[in-house]
């Protein structure tokens, strides 16, 4: 059990353009959500907290209306890379904790971003 | 959140125990330690957690020390598949609910 699931898993776009990566809990139903970045050969950096429902709250530095988060139900997020530019390339994983009880976060297998 | 500090590396050869230290010393009581590990280009796993009690579960062990400043974490029998970036996280378990990542230690098995 606690499997998230990304879609997509990798994806290549121009620069200029919105990419749309699909965050679920596939068998479990998640209140929060939390997208990460990473950077090559860098740790995880949070970007921004999601709960069901409601707006995201972002960490210091990460731009809302760069990075668009809606948690419209308690089984997926999505994250909208807006207007990409190749500094905006990485490797984006999201997380989701459980509706009650154990407080592990169960992450997601990433989608690789580039921007040409 | 309390930061903590692991070394940058370590090896470990296939089929021993590997022991990854993890200093917290300025844990507060009401954190936890957590570990996760993250294989290349995957997301990071959840390994194990634990306050003050030793832990153990299908996939390792977590001491603590008595004073809570530093914990190991023990693979009982690494395999090629262990090599990984491991994480040693302290965070509040029913507050702040953000796991912030260190640079971890990257464990590499060998043959």
């Known amino acids: 059990g606690a499997v998230v699931s990304q879609h997509p898993s990798w994806v290549i776009c121009k620069s200029g353009t919105s990419v749309k990566i699909e965050c679920r809990s596939l068998?479990?139903?998640?209140?929060?959500m939390f997208w990460y970045r990473q950077f090559p050969k860098q740790s995880l950096m949070l970007m921004a907290t999601?709960?069901?429902?409601?707006?995201?709250?972002?960490e210091q530095g990460v731009e809302k209306d760069k990075f668009l988060i809606n948690h419209a139900s308690l089984t997926l997020s999505t994250l909208t890379v807006t207007s990409a530019h190749p500094e905006d390339s990485s490797f984006y994983i999201c997380?989701?904790?459980?509706?009650?009880?154990?407080?592990?976060?169960?992450f997601g297998p990433g989608t690789r971003l580039t921007v040409t | 959140d309390a930061k903590t500090t692991q070394p940058t590396s370590m090896d470990c050869a296939e089929g021993r125990a590997a022991n990854l230290p993890c200093n917290h010393s300025?844990?507060?009581?009401?954190?936890?330690v957590y570990w996760y590990r993250q294989i290349h280009s995957q997301g990071p796993q959840y390994i194990i957690h634990?306050?003050?009690n030793n832990e153990t579960n299908e996939m390792a062990s977590l001491i603590i020390t008595e004073d809570r400043k530093s914990s190991t974490l023990i693979l009982p029998h690494a395999t090629l598949r262990d090599t990984a970036v491991y994480y040693c996280?302290?965070?509040?378990?029913?507050?702040?609910?953000?796991?912030?990542f260190g640079k971890g230690m990257k464990l590499t098995v060998n043959p």
């Open positions: 997380s989701a904790r459980r509706l009650a009880g154990a407080y592990e976060q169960y």
């Open positions: 068998d479990f139903q998640a209140t929060t």
């Open positions: 999601s709960n069901e429902g409601s707006k995201a709250t972002y």
């Open positions: 300025t844990i507060s009581g009401n954190e936890y």
């Open positions: 634990g306050l003050k």
């Open positions: 996280i302290v965070r509040t378990q029913g507050g702040s609910e953000k796991l912030v």
